[in-house]
T-cell receptor, first 114, second 110 residues
Framework: NAGVTQTPKFQVLKTGQSMTLQCAQDMNHNSMYWYRQDPGMGLRLIYYSASEGTTDKGEVPNGYNVSRLNKREFSLRLESAAPSQTSVYFC?????????????FGPGTRLTVL | RKEVEQDPGPFNVPEGATVAFNCTYSNSASQSFFWYRQDCRKEPKLLMSVYSSGNEDGRFTAQLNRASQYISLLIRDSKLSDSATYLCVVKATGNNRLAFGKGNQVVVIP
């Protein structure tokens, strides 16, 4: 049982490049989330998927798109990367759609945009 | 006003001592409260949920004060392994998302 996995672990992009961050969970959880964490800012929600087939914007969605491919997988895409998107990205999942209980986090992707 | 506010610290604590810190939240409709622990360059992990009556898990005690809209975490007999950042997390009723504080950094000194 791997929990929440994320790929890649590290990535360096040039401004304007695109990439997709992958996330998968093997806990049969309904809800999945994408966060970014910046120094002094705490975790901020980018997008979430309360259940398979639905996605909603979080606090900072601009510049990102998501796809809930199936119950297991939730990807985050940067269409045209900007230096302001340099951050650590965490994917998380939760058993219930309300997200009221524990969220399990992946190990994170450290992204640098030059 | 930020949804969840924490004093980032660092809180430098001698090994074996007690440390306590608070977190304030702005939304009076908040119903679920948690403390997460995050080690350096790692992902956050749930430390404990915070219940209205307060709860204890070994050396860790969490309290909720709804009237003043804050939660607290107390760590007794601090160990070197307690060095981490402790994130205060709040969820409001009818909201599918969690709001995270910036964290309280604890450094336990030998």
């Amino acid at each position: 049982n791997a929990g929440v996995t994320q790929t890649p672990k590290f990535q360096v992009l040039k401004t304007g490049q695109s990439m997709t961050l992958q996330c998968a969970q093997d806990m049969n959880h309904n809800s999945m989330y994408w966060y970014r964490q910046d120094p002094g800012m705490g975790l901020r929600l980018i997008y979430y998927s309360a259940s398979e087939g639905t996605t909603d914007k979080g606090e900072v969605p601009n510049g990102y798109n998501v796809s809930r491919l199936n119950k297991r997988e939730f990807s985050l895409r940067l269409e045209s990367a900007a230096p302001s998107q340099t951050s650590v990205y965490f994917c998380a999942s939760s058993p219930r759609t309300s997200g009221a209980n524990e969220q399990f986090f992946g190990p994170g992707t450290r992204l640098t945009v030059l | 006003r930020k949804e969840v506010e924490q004093d980032p610290g660092p809180f430098n604590v001698p090994e074996g001592a007690t440390v306590a810190f608070n977190c304030t939240y702005s939304n009076s409709a908040s119903q679920s409260f948690f403390w997460y622990r995050q080690d350096c360059r790692k992902e956050p992990k749930l430390l404990m949920s915070v219940y209205s009556s307060g709860n204890e898990d070994g050396r860790f005690t969490a309290q909720l004060n709804r009237a003043s809209q804050y939660i607290s975490l107390l760590i007794r007999d601090s160990k070197l392994s307690d060095s981490a950042t402790y994130l205060c997390v709040v969820k409001a009723t009818g909201n599918n998302r969690l709001a995270f504080g910036k964290g309280n950094q604890v450094v336990v000194i030998p």
